[in-house]
């Protein structure tokens, strides 16, 4: 019973940020604070990108009969390979009950639940009850793009909850745990791939002197994580009849060399180059990366700059959506920051525009659907 009061908190924390984004779409209000908003209710949160096209698979399951015949985007069926198969076979599995929009909408929802869960307890290690819940309810608001992804469909929360989930395994050395969490998140998004490098990091480093020290024995569970994506990549030889199908999804993998590509405005997924607050993005990740290195937080550390190094190479306008899974570290890198009464100052002052810009983006990133019959 105690466990449940002390769950209670942050389910609150994580429901009550995504009820109020939706009200004004549930309510069809016509404007708020002068932001237009659609009149299409909560079909403009289902919508939203690329919450439609993981109910394709959810539906379809990657066959190219049903996929080519019954969704009306014009994407070839291999584009579909990009969107891993955990969060639709969730999907799957609560759509009985409440239909295959619903469903997804709730498995993001109870995904956001854990990825607080797990982050709350991270912070316990290093902060007070109180200042840990505070905390907590900062990155269920913060950043933005983050509550964004939280009030769509969305794997970025079920990702993040099993990053956080595998990585506070391995720091506690259940490396069984470790492992099944990051077969999942390697099911759920294909850049986990980047923890398991970032584990083998964790483990040679120490021992780079005298790799006949590492006990290779109790670190055998973490090659579940690679195994999760043997695992995707024969759903898709089996569905497709190629193996490497994921790599010919069309432009769905954003990585180009050299880096910092991403300020080539003509590229196809940057469009722009209003493109200054990237810089930001990059140093606020540098310097929280340093700070992790400084206050010896090796695991986080090593995971933070190994997934920090691909961003560098990816060429993407919403950059900030591809560096979710390292912001609770980076949180955690400047907690001691964050609790201070200056930053709840600031908290004050952001949280009306992070609440204007999310409606403001939801409502501007919703798929065109002339006809749902096929989604539910």
């Not at 791939?193 to 790799?211: E, M, S, T």
């Amino acid at each position: 019973m105690d466990r449940v009061k002390k769950f209670i908190p942050l389910i609150l924390l994580s429901l009550i940020p995504t009820l109020l984004i939706w009200l004004p779409f549930f309510l069809r209000i016509k404007s708020f604070w002068t932001i237009p908003l659609p009149q299409q209710g909560m079909a403009t949160i289902v919508a939203n990108f690329d919450g439609p096209l993981y109910l394709a698979v959810a539906k379809t399951f990657y066959d190219p009969g049903l996929l080519g015949s019954n969704y009306q985007f014009p994407l070839s069926n291999e584009y579909y390979s990009a969107h891993f198969p955990l969060f639709p076979i969730l999907i799957k599995v609560f759509s009985p009950i409440l239909g295959h929009p619903y469903s997804m909408l709730f498995v993001t929802l109870l995904s956001s639940v854990f990825a607080l869960y797990f982050f709350y307890i991270h912070l316990r290690e290093y902060l007070s009850k109180e200042n840990a819940l505070f905390l907590t309810a900062i990155f269920s608001i913060f950043p933005a793009r983050w509550l964004i992804v939280r009030s769509v469909g969305s794997p970025e929360p079920l990702f993040v909850a099993l990053v956080l989930a595998s990585i506070y395994y391995f720091r506690k050395e259940k490396y069984l745990f470790a492992g099944i969490a990051g077969f999942f998140a390697q099911m759920t998004k294909s850049p986990a791939i980047l923890l398991f490098l970032a584990y083998l990091i964790q483990i040679i480093i120490p021992h780079i002197k005298n790799l006949k020290k590492i006990e290779i024995k109790k670190y055998l569970p973490l090659l579940l994580i690679p195994v999760g994506l043997l695992v995707v990549f024969t759903i898709y030889g089996v569905r497709y009849g190629d193996f490497f199908t994921y790599f010919k999804s069309g432009d769905n993998i954003h990585l180009f060399f050299p880096p910092f590509q991403i300020f080539n405005y003509s590229a196809p997924w940057v469009g722009t180059f209003w493109l200054e607050e990237v810089i930001f993005i990059y140093a606020i990740g540098v310097l929280g990366i340093y700070k992790l290195y400084q206050e010896k937080m090796m695991m986080y550390f090593y995971f933070t700059l190994t997934f920090f190094v691909s961003l560098l190479f990816v060429a993407h306008r919403d950059l900030l959506r591809y560096a979710l899974p390292i912001v609770p570290f980076l949180l955690i890198a400047f907690r001691e920051i964050l609790i201070k009464k200056e930053f709840k100052i600031v908290l004050a002052v952001i949280i009306i525009p992070i609440y204007l810009y999310s409606l403001a983006f939801i409502s501007q990133n919703a798929m065109p659907i002339a006809n749902w019959n096929p989604f539910l």
